[in-house]
């Protein structure tokens, strides 16, 4: 036993001695909470003047509580209500597996002043005002069309084109391999789910009243300085599954970060998918794998990585970036569009044809929220939920065969309470690597779909948490004696071999 010991000694230092060896990372932001103070960075929840801008004393009691890292400073930042600031100290935890929070990095977000800025709030304003379509109707939606040809003429709009063009098909999806194929949401949100003696269908409960909130300044005014409006009333006996942008907002208001990741888990190991090439007992005449390289490894694999990967992008949100919400920077929109104020806005979103309808329609340039609270209370970049995603999609990814074709693919029915079998020309062809990105790309942008979330704080985020997923791999190796190796293809559409 004391050769054990020593053995297991050495492993943990082994694993801390190759992290450390790890390239120190630059963390740089954009500048604009320099160039541009206390109206392009985040600021929920403290006080705010009658234009929605921050107290300037409140916002550097923030800043010096994250310089110094102090739990008593962070207590002395002023509340203007009742919500609290979201855990800002988490992003100066250490982790004993995996990479350190802090040793992984995102690029500058996308500035206030920035033709790609813009453009992503031209985006949001779009899907706000989709939100009641059905995916499946898409192609046939008049307002969905205008959108596709809004976007299309954009400068700097980063997402999926088919010749150079936003269309029906491509619009609002992620960027990821596999994101264009078959209907828009992944099978692995549709699918019954096999847990234990139970099959879980995937209906889902609805809300009582669907509408769109913080469209009059009053509202808005107040949940910037951290009121909590009433929830919305929810409806738990008519479910159905997910249909529309709202529907997918719900969802990812109120899933356990990790809950669509187990879930494809289960799906997959509940129809004996194959697992990756790599596996070590793929070919073993008298073993199977279970507690290494077997489902309970997996199922615990794929939830680990969780904590982790929110622990590297708070560090990010709080500590590097601090970038704004879109529904602040709907504020900013609103005042400069009412002869209000001037700000430092491009000219794409203010001249867009998004905003001219949600004007219409509310009576505000505000960004309709699909939350009755908006954007929880931390900073926008990255996003938790897509951070999470690239983590535990890269796990699942790493464990089964991606090349591997789902069968029986399934869309919703028109009314929502049942599925249909999905018939479109590449139905035979969704794979599970498509359809694990896409599931990736599904959660990460409903969150943009609520209006709560821009699209680089996704396309970034997923990747973010790849590499949070790919050092836990590594580690879970090394910490096995089987001759293993995991290989997966990462969002880049490149191939990794561990």
Known sequence: MSDRRFAARDARVRAAEAEFQRHVPVHASNG??????????????????????????????????????????????????????????????????????Q?????????????????????????????????????????????????????????????????????????????LAGPYLSQFLLKDIPYGTLLIDQRQDTLVRPVDHLTTWGDWLEVQNGSEPEPDE???THRRYIQTPRDLAHYV????????????????LGNNAPVDAGNPYNFSRNQIGFGTYGGPHILS????????????????????????????????????LRGQREYPIHSGVLDSVAVKRVFEKHGSYLLP???????????????????????????????????????????PTTD??????????????????????KVAANIATGRNMAGVHWRTDYTQAVRLGEEIAIGVLREAKEATLEDAAFTLSRFDGTTLSI
């Open 32 to 101: 604009e909470e320099t160039d541009h103070p206390f109206v392009a960075n985040y600021s929920k929840g403290l006080p705010h003047n009658k234009f929605g801008e921050v107290d300037p004393a409140a916002y550097h009691l923030l800043r010096r509580a994250l310089a110094t890292g102090s739990y008593e400073d962070f207590e002395r930042i002023p509340l203007a209500d009742t919500r609290k600031l979201t855990n800002p100290q988490a992003g100066l935890a250490f982790d004993p597996q995996g990479p350190d929070a």
């Open 103 to 179: 040793a992984l990095s995102m690029p500058p977000a996308p500035r206030i002043d920035s033709p790609q800025n813009s453009a992503e709030a031209v985006e949001l304003y779009w899907m706000a005002l989709c939100r009641d379509v059905l995916f499946t109707r898409f192609g046939d939606s008049e307002l969905v069309a205008e959108a596709a040809g809004e976007l299309s003429g954009l400068e700097d709009f980063r997402a999926p084109k088919l010749d150079g063009r936003v269309t029906p098909q491509t619009i609002f999806r992620g960027d990821t391999r596999g994101d």
């Open 234 to 236: 929810r409806d738990f």
């Open 253 to 268: 208001h109120f899933d356990a970060l990790y809950e669509a990741y187990l879930n494809a888990a289960l799906i997959l």
């Open 301 to 336: 694999l794929v939830t680990e990585v969780a904590t982790r990967a929110l622990k590297a992008v708070w560090f990010q949100k709080w500590y590097v970036h601090r970038r704004l919400r879109p529904e602040e920077f709907g504020g900013r929109v609103h005042q400069q």
């Open 369 to 411: 929220q699909a939350f009755p609270e908006g954007s929880p209370t931390h900073p926008s970049y990255g996003a938790g939920h897509a951070t999470v995603a690239g983590a535990c999609v890269t796990i699942l990814k790493a464990w089964f065969d991606e090349s591997h074709i789902l069968a029986d693919p399934v869309v």
């Open 416 to 437: 929502g309470t049942a599925l249909e079998r999905y018939t479109g020309p590449d139905a035979d062809r969704l794979t599970v690597g498509g359809e694990l990105n």
